[in-house]
């Protein structure tokens, strides 16, 4: 059997999925980590990272992005 989700709450919560980056909400949050740790971040925009690459998870640090070498010859 299905269960439908609650819609109780008083306002929605918007969350921005980036392909190939991370998950984009409006701040400030709470985040409790697997430990139990709870980590607050008081920004009007957070950043959670989603590869798990990040030097300073749960937050973003663009650690997800490719960087290009640089092709221009040297002379």
């Not at 709470?30 to 990272?49: I, K, Q, W």
Request: net charge positive; hydrophobic share 30%.
């Amino acid at each position: 059997m299905r269960r439908e989700a609650e819609t109780n709450t008083a306002t929605a919560t918007g969350v921005t999925i980036t392909p190939d980056g991370p998950l984009l909400l409006p701040g400030p949050v709470e985040v409790t980590l697997p430990d139990g740790t709870v980590v607050t971040s008081r920004r009007f925009t957070v950043a959670l990272c989603t590869c798990r690459r990040s030097r300073i998870y749960p937050w973003c640090d663009t650690s997800h992005r490719r960087r290009a070498k640089n092709t221009r010859e040297t002379r």
